[in-house]
């Protein structure tokens, strides 16, 4: 899902164990490619965890993730031509990482597999039925060396193992201004169906977020509003993120 790492976004942390939680809320009454009055709410929490290691591979810091997510669904289509409501476990991801970082910038390389573990039976089941590749390649750069200001952009392409299924590519994005343990910026995301699909998504919306160093915790909180969608919803899209260190 789009929209869920706010600024800074390709800073890997120190070698360490970090729990991090999503939850995210999503709501839609707008909808391009879909008949009139179609709408979607989506709740999810997503459970991360992850492994930075001492290990370094290509100069940067090796690292393991897993992810997942628990979903609950209410679709639909037409006024009642097409109507579900689910909730369960979605599709468990694991994959590697590297992480890099320099004086005044930081970058992520990633790979991992979405494996399908959720149902999919249903149109508003949490799981998609098949399985999928994701790359994931990022930066961020400050401004000066203070680092009170940075700019952040994540990229995640997404190859699915089924021929009906087109790839997809994910840009997030964060404009960022740090004071101390203080971050503010604008946010936003864009989502492309590649391979002659015509799916597009685009959102922007601002972000806040704030590190407690006596608990080792964060959290950071957003709010995007999508536009120029076409060939899916177009809603309004909150999440929250809870960052652990042990």
């Known amino acids: 899902m789009p929209g869920i790492e706010g600024v800074k976004s390709a800073v890997v942390p120190p070698p360490g164990v970090y729990y991090r939680g999503y939850a995210v809320h999503y709501d839609a009454d707008k909808a391009d490619g879909l008949p009139p009055n179609s709408s979607v709410k989506v709740d999810a929490l997503a459970h991360r965890f992850i492994w930075v290691t001492e290990t370094e591979v ?16 209410d679709l639909d289509i037409g006024n009642g031509m097409v109507r579900d409501k689910q909730t369960g476990l979605g599709d468990l991801f694991v994959g590697s990482l590297i992480g890099w970082h320099g004086d005044r910038w ?12 959720g149902k999919s039976s249903r149109p508003a089941d949490p799981g998609f039925g098949y399985t999928e590749l994701m790359l994931t390649l990022g930066g961020t750069y400050f401004f000066n060396d203070e680092k009170d200001l940075s700019f952040s952009a994540l990229s995640r392409y997404e190859i699915a193992d089924k021929s009906s299924v087109n790839d997809e590519l994910v840009v997030e994005w964060g404009l960022g201004k740090h004071h101390g343990l203080l971050d503010l910026g604008l946010v936003g995301y864009s989502r492309w169906e590649l391979e002659g699909g015509k799916a597009e998504t685009h959102a922007v919306g601002v972000s806040a977020g704030y590190f407690w160093p006596q608990l080792m915790m964060g ?28």
């Open 219 to 246: 959290i950071d909180a957003g709010v995007y509003q999508e536009h120029s969608v076409k060939q899916g919803f177009e809603g309004t899209k909150f999440r929250v993120a809870l960052t652990k260190v042990f």
């Open 106 to 117: 930081d970058a992520v390389a990633a790979a991992g597999i979405w494996s399908p573990t």
């Open 58 to 73: 290509l100069g940067g810091q090796l690292g393991f993730e897993a992810i997942l997510p628990m979903v609950r669904t």
